[in-house]
């Protein structure tokens, strides 16, 4: 699905953009700022796409294209594309975005920082690890200094970057980046932080291809929470490749029959209690 460009020219393109609209009633802005924070709770990645490009359409036309609240609603949309399973989408988006965001706010602005790790991130997802990984190695000393070493984004971007290491091939490098961030973000941002549960995704996905590297043993805590945890959320493709991880998951932890308990685990459980709950 190809997303349509922000309207109104893009940066660096011959022509003067048009002229911005009149001062939105304070009201209105507060009623499309709502919506727009809101669209997380629409039923899935694709409803909230959905609902995020009508807000941002509203903004743009209302509040213009080179407002702050405008232009995260586009920031938004380009994530929620990605989440949807659409990076390359987001990639197209993003870009345009990040330009905007550097024109109206400036290139050291938080949110313009912001716009550059979703676009890092979408590149990665889209099949540009390398590239991904070298705008992250350039972006994670911005974003340390804007929000400090242990800020949700400064984390996030080392995970992100830890994750696209992992792409490219350097996996003890991503495996031993994710396993020291992960007690930080533990403490520093909580559980239900985004940035947790990427780390323990791409950790989990890493785990199998480092056994066979490590040559087997026992499996460390922090990686049997990661593979669990990425059981629960399914991140596979198939039923198939989820069948095969479970049993990667009993081989390296001498424990059969996970699967009930899997499916037994509640809602609202803690990745750790879960981890207890399947292998206890």
């Known amino acids: 699905m190809t997303i ?7 940066p660096g393109s011959s022509g003067e953009a048009p002229a911005e609209p009149a001062e939105a009633a304070p009201e209105l ?3 499309l700022v709502r919506l727009r924070d809101g669209a997380g709770d629409a039923p899935g990645p694709d409803g909230a796409a959905h609902l995020l490009e009508l807000v941002a359409r509203e903004m743009t036309a209302l509040l213009g294209r080179y407002d702050r609240e405008t232009l995260v609603a586009w920031r938004e ?4 594309r990605r989440e949807a399973g659409d990076p390359a989408a987001a990639v197209h988006l993003l870009g345009q975005v990040v ?3 550097a024109q109206a706010l400036g290139p050291a602005d938080r949110d313009t920082l912001y716009a550059h790790l979703e676009f890092a991130a979408a590149m990665g997802d889209a099949g540009d690890p390398g590239g991904a990984a070298q705008r992250l190695r350039d972006l994670v000393p911005s974003l340390t200094a804007e929000v400090g070493p242990q800020g ?8 992100q970057l830890a994750v696209n290491l992992g792409r490219i091939g350097d996996l003890m490098g991503a495996v031993g980046q994710l396993l020291q961030l992960l007690p930080a973000i533990e403490q520093g941002l909580g559980e239900q932080s985004r940035a947790l549960a990427d780390a323990r995704t791409g950790l989990g996905r890493l785990v199998v291809p480092w056994r066979r590297v490590a040559g087997g043993g026992g499996l460390p805590p922090v990686m049997a929470v990661a593979m669990v945890h990425r059981l629960i959320v ?8 989820a069948d095969a991880y479970l049993t990667e998951l009993e081989r390296a932890t001498g424990r059969k029959g996970l699967a009930g308990r899997l499916a037994a685990v509640p809602d609202g459980m803690t990745a750790a209690q879960a981890t207890a709950m399947v292998l206890g």
């Open 77 to 80: 949309l380009g994530f929620a």
């Open 4 to 10: 349509p460009p922000i309207p109104a020219q893009s």
């Open 234 to 241: 399914w991140d596979f493709g198939s039923d198939a490749e």
């Open 29 to 31: 802005r507060a009623l």
């Open 152 to 159: 949700d984004l400064a984390l996030t971007a080392q995970v």
């Open 99 to 101: 330009a905007d965001m």
